[in-house]
């Protein structure tokens, strides 16, 4: 039996990701913080029906020996590091966490593997916003990057961290430069999970306006259940290979608003309000991949189109909520 450990268990991702993999018969680890074993109602939530079947270890991204000690304690086939923090407009003075926990977490990880565990297979979750201001549309795995954020910056260098290990000793080790990825489970405070859940909202009669910053932004959303197959068909190739994964569609954040609200027979600019609180310091304008070499070599393709991916969303909202408030 194959073992596999995830770090960012609890996230959307995670938890897709974790199912996939007992599906396919694999042993699967996690390690999550003290804190959110001490919470597991609030903290565990998307993975509370799987907690039967998956073994979760305390450590921290932030310790390298806890991190060595699972490492040399599970002896992984396979690690999916795909625990960060993830928020990419975080106040400036919160900007410095996003660097130690997200560069430092990699180099903890790659390093313990290599002295513990170095035929292991690992999976870096990079991102398109490494791309930023972006140098070409579409982008793709030779486009050069130009981050806008600490939270981009980041994740180019999670992105050397992981091609260096690869070059220098021979690991087995890539990165999956993903595009924007959307689910029931996302956190609320993406734009994606904001948008379905105010609108759901409005719909029920529980909120009457709903605030967004730039609508003009445009971004290629998938869905996390089909982005979480291309990172174990990435870790299944032969050689190590960095793939784009994107849907090869955008769309603007407006579009995406119009949609939600449209399926729940609402108008949105009546209810829409342009707000500069969530302005960006510097703006990611448009996100367009090319996951040709992904089509092609891993033979991935995206289940879920725009439409498909906002209905799931508004509709498991509605119920969300509806429960919520006994309604
Ligand atoms: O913003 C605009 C905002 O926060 C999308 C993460 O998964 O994808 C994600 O990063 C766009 C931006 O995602 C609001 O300005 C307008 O242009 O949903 P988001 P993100 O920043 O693209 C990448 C690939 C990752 O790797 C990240 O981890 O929407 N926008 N109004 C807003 N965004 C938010 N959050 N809230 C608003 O009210």
Avoid at 165 to 191: K, Q, T
Avoid at 264 to 273: I, W
Wanted: hydrophobic share 35%.
């Amino acid at each position: 039996m194959k073992k596999a450990l995830i770090t960012g268990i609890t996230g959307q991702d995670g938890s897709y990701l974790s199912r996939l993999l007992l599906d396919k018969g694999y042993e699967v680890h996690s390690i999550v913080r003290r804190a959110a074993l001490e919470d597991p109602d609030h903290r565990l939530s998307r993975i509370r029906y799987l907690l039967d079947d998956i073994h979760i270890h305390s450590a921290s991204l932030e310790s390298f020996p806890s991190i060595f000690r699972i490492v040399d304690k599970i002896q992984p086939d396979e690690c999916y590091h795909l625990a960060a923090q993830s928020y990419v407009s975080y106040p400036f003075e919160d900007e410095f966490s996003t660097m130690t926990t997200n560069i430092n977490g990699t180099h903890y990880i790659l390093s313990s593997l290599h002295s513990q565990k170095p035929d292991c297979r690992f999976y870096f979750a990079a991102s398109s916003e490494m791309f930023g201001k972006v140098h070409e549309v579409p982008q793709h795995e030779e486009t050069r990057f130009h981050p806008r954020s600490m939270y981009g910056i980041s994740k180019v260098a999670g992105f050397d961290l992981t091609r260096n290990y690869r070059e220098a000793y021979d690991m087995f080790a890539l990165s999956g430069i993903l595009y924007n990825h959307e689910s029931p489970r996302r956190g609320f405070e993406f734009v994606t999970r904001k948008i379905t859940h105010h609108a759901a909202k409005i719909k029920l009669g529980l909120a009457d306006e709903l605030r967004l910053g730039n609508l003009e932004a445009k971004r290629d959303w998938g869905h996390s259940n089909d982005y979480v197959k291309a990172m174990w068909l990435m870790l299944q190739q032969e050689e190590p290979d960095d793939f784009v994964v994107a849907t090869g569609e955008t769309h603007s954040v407006r579009e995406f608003v119009e949609r939600a609200f449209e399926l729940l027979n609402l108008d949105y600019k009546q209810y829409v309000v342009e707000d500069p609180l969530f302005y960006r310091p510097a703006e990611v304008d448009i996100l367009l991949g090319d996951a040709s070499k992904a089509k092609t070599k891993l033979g991935w393709e995206p289940e879920y189109s725009f439409e498909d991916l906002i209905q799931e969303m508004v509709e498991a909202d509605l119920e969300l909520l509806k429960k919520k408030h006994n309604l």
